[in-house]
């Protein structure tokens, strides 16, 4: 897969990079066909960072609704993205991308400061659900962010809810932690997605700040 060093430390990069995409306890053979992901995945990349100031984003709403009258309780605020050239790309492809270069902090940023006024101009016993990222978790300050953008829209923080992954919340004294309970202290909504498809045990349930566990598939 190379001629020289400088080419087998390139493919075996690649090898790797499509390893670690598809989750733990992976290994791959550079191919030809990794070698065009991972050109695509720098394009795609490089076209991500300016999205955001082209007004290629959008949000979708998927309704919540009450099993017990049939009424809409709440929306699912879910991020889509239109490329000029692409079209519509799955968010399971640029998310990821958008995570590990750094560029989620500011699209998430975006998208709950739009959730926030979107939802301002709702029913008031509508709420908005927003996916939260680990990255913004353990990044410090999404409290403050989440504040600004309830006090911007005039959106009273219990129809706010916050939803974290499992994998997100780690133990008492972590920075993850700190930022969850300080949310929970705004009067936001805390959400507990994919539950079951981590080391979560029942007993960390009782401690734990959410409000909503969504159970994963799996774990049914």
Excluded at 82 to 87: A, N, S, T
Aim: charged share 25%.
């Amino acid at each position: 897969d190379g001629l020289t060093r400088e080419e087998v430390m390139q493919s075996a990069d690649v090898a790797l990079y499509a390893a670690k995409n598809g989750g733990r306890g992976q290994f791959r053979f550079y191919s030809s066909d990794l070698q065009n992901e991972s050109h695509l995945r720098k394009q795609l990349e490089r076209d991500l960072g300016l999205a955001l100031e082209n007004g290629q984003f959008t949000i979708e709403y998927q309704p919540i609704v009450s099993v017990k009258n049939n009424f809409v309780i709440a929306m699912e605020a879910l991020l889509r993205w239109y490329h000029p050239e692409r079209g519509k790309i799955s968010p399971d492809v640029f998310i990821p991308i958008a995570e590990e270069s750094n560029l989620i902090n500011s699209i998430g940023e975006w998208v709950i400061r739009k959730a926030c006024e979107d939802a301002a101009r709702w029913p008031a016993g509508v709420r908005v659900t927003v996916n939260i990222s680990e990255q913004q978790v353990i990044t410090q300050g999404l409290s403050r962010i989440v504040a600004s953008a309830l006090s911007d829209a005039g959106l009273e923080p219990e129809r706010l809810e916050c939803e974290v992954k499992e994998s997100v919340h780690f133990g008492e004294d972590d920075a993850s932690e700190r930022e969850l309970r300080a949310l929970r202290r705004l009067g936001v909504r805390l959400a507990l997605d994919d539950f079951g498809t981590g080391a979560s045990s029942l007993g960390y349930l009782r401690r734990a700040p959410f409000e909503t566990i969504k159970i994963d598939p799996s774990f049914l």
